[in-house]
């Protein structure tokens, strides 16, 4: 019984998601691939984002939100990821020091995520030098996030560490450097325009 209730409410979920969005998505999802053309990875910029069209519409400000939402998003799944495999037990020194600055450059990732979120969330309200202002702050904390990204996978590097755990952290940290380098680019659109 339970499982049959699971199933009904996730079919009219769907139903509700696919037929409630159907009058706004075309064009909210043609604004979204227009505006990810001018990102580095344009095809997980669309597969990111296409699912909020509704809520994004056309406007600038959510588009940038939402990607970095995202990327806040992405940042602590992989972060939940690395801290479980420094848990495991057998892993190498070399690994497992790897794992834990990997750890530690996650969090600030985290952090200067989080704090941008925050700032773009009120940065509607801002105008003039005020909005330059907040704006250098968020893109200086999401540039800082990708050094961080790129140094967690930097920290794989060579041929001592090859191997499934290389492999699945560089997988899931080039993902998150994918989403937030997608978001920094639509942070610049939304700050050119603004």
Not at 76 to 104: T, W
Request: proline letters at 3%; hydrophobic letters at 40%; a positive charge.
């Amino acid at each position: 019984m339970a499982a049959l209730k699971f199933i009904l409410l996730t079919a009219l979920l769907y139903l509700l998601y696919f037929f409630g969005t159907a009058d706004s998505s075309p064009v909210a999802t043609s604004f979204i691939k227009s505006s990810c053309k001018m990102t580095t990875y344009p095809e997980v910029c669309v597969t990111s984002l296409a699912g909020y069209a509704p809520t994004i519409k056309r406007s600038p400000q959510y588009l940038a939100q939402t990607a970095l939402s995202i990327s806040l998003d992405r940042a602590q799944s992989a972060q939940s990821f690395v801290n479980k495999l420094c848990k495991f037990k057998g892993l190498k020194p070399r690994e497992y020091a790897a794992l834990k600055d990997c750890l530690e450059e996650m969090n600030d990732t985290i952090d200067r995520i989080s704090k941008s979120v925050k700032e773009l969330e009120s940065m509607g309200r801002r105008r003039g030098k005020d909005f330059q202002w907040h704006m250098s702050n968020i893109e200086t904390w999401i540039s800082a996030a990708l050094t961080d990204e790129n140094t967690c996978g930097d920290g794989f590097a060579g041929k001592a560490l090859n191997g499934r755990i290389k492999a699945s952290i560089r997988a899931r940290v080039t993902h998150v450097a994918q989403v937030t380098s997608n978001a920094l680019a639509l942070i610049n659109q939304f700050a050119a325009n603004h």
